[in-house]
């Protein structure tokens, strides 16, 4: 049963027609992606309500990051950035170099936001 939750939560954000971080924001993301202070800024100068689902798919995924989750499911922070930052982040290029150099730091800026994202502030937001 989880994973068919997972699949359609990833699907979701996969098929939204606008990414959940907007494209306007890709290059700051890929250029700030190792950069804690600098990716959370990227946060918060989102549109809010980008900014609101993005921070509760990461405290969501800050659950699952826990050793106590990780043991069961086995999905560490990195599988966790590199399922998900797809879903997050649209690279709008054609060219293959590009979009496989871009697909590491994609991960890495969802990773750090994981790691480092003040998420407490969505405690108890449905």
Known sequence: IFSL??????LWYRELEEPLIPHEFYEQCITHYENPE??????HSLPRINKMVLCYL???????VQP?????????VNNLA???APNCLRCQSDDPRVIFENT???MSFLRVLIQHLDTSFMEGVL
């Open 82 to 84: 590199m399922v998900m």
């Open 68 to 76: 106590s989750n990780v043991a069961v499911t086995k999905m560490d």
């Open 38 to 43: 600098a990716a959370i800024a990227v946060v």
């Open 104 to 106: 590491r730091k994609e």
């Open 58 to 64: 990461i405290r969501f995924l800050q659950v699952f």
């Open 5 to 10: 939750a997972a699949s359609l939560l990833k």
